[in-house]
C-alpha cells in the first residue's frame, strides 16, 4: 500500500466520521461529503470508490462514486464488486484481536467452529483454517475463478440463514 493510498483511507474514514457526529444528517451533508471523497478519488487516480456510514443497526448513507471502466466512462454501480480496502482488513483484524484478548476465541480458533452453516458449501481443504492463518495470510485461500461464482455462493449463504 502506497503512501497515497494509505493518506486516502484515512481522509475518508476522518471525512466519514466527522460527517456522523451531527444527530440527523441532512442530504447537503451527504452531498458534501459525495464531493470530498471524489475529489481524493479524482487527486489519487482511483477509478471508483464505494463507501458506506452506518450507526448501530443503521445504514446511513451507502454510495459508489466513480467508474467501473475509465475507457468506457461506465458509471461504477453499488452492486459492482470490490476488493477488500487494506482498511477494512485492518479493522478486522483489530477486532479479532480484541475479542481473543477479552477470551471469546483464540489464535487457533478455526473459521467453521464460528460458521458451521457454511462448512457443507465449503471446499473441505478450509474446514481446518485458523484465525491466525487467515490474518496471516497463510490460509491457502484460492481467488475465485470468474466472477459467475461469486452470486451462487452468497445465495446459498443466504438461503441458508433464511431456512436456518
Known amino acids: 500500500m502506497t503512501k497515497k493510498q494509505k493518506t486516502l483511507g484515512i481522509l475518508i474514514y476522518f471525512g466519514l466520521f466527522i460527517s456522523c457526529q451531527s444527530q440527523e444528517i441532512q442530504?447537503?451533508?451527504?452531498f458534501l461529503l459525495d464531493n470530498?471523497?471524489?475529489s481524493m478519488r479524482i487527486a489519487f487516480?482511483?477509478?471508483a470508490v464505494a463507501y458506506g456510514v452506518i450507526r448501530n443497526d443503521s445504514i446511513i448513507v451507502l454510495n459508489v462514486l466513480g467508474y467501473r471502466d475509465i475507457e468506457t466512462m461506465e458509471k461504477a454501480q453499488l452492486t459492482d464488486y470490490f476488493h477488500?480496502?487494506?482498511n477494512t482488513k485492518s479493522f478486522t483484524a483489530f477486532l479479532s484481536g480484541r475479542l481473543v484478548d477479552v477470551g471469546k476465541i483464540n489464535w487457533e480458533t478455526k473459521f467453521?467452529?464460528?460458521?458451521?452453516?457454511?462448512k457443507e458449501i465449503a471446499n473441505p481443504a478450509y474446514y481446518n483454517m485458523t484465525l491466525q492463518e487467515l490474518l496471516s495470510h497463510r490460509a491457502r485461500l484460492i481467488n475465485f475463478k470468474n466472477e459467475s461464482e461469486i452470486p451462487t455462493i452468497i445465495a446459498e449463504y443466504?438461503?441458508?440463514l433464511l431456512n436456518g
Request: proline fraction near 9%; avoid cysteine; hydrophobic fraction near 30%.
Open 45 to 47: 487516480n482511483i477509478p
Open 112 to 118: 467453521f467452529d464460528l460458521y458451521p452453516e457454511l
Open 27 to 30: 442530504n447537503n451533508n451527504f
Open 158 to 160: 443466504e438461503s441458508g
Open 84 to 86: 477488500i480496502g487494506s
Open 36 to 38: 470530498k471523497i471524489d
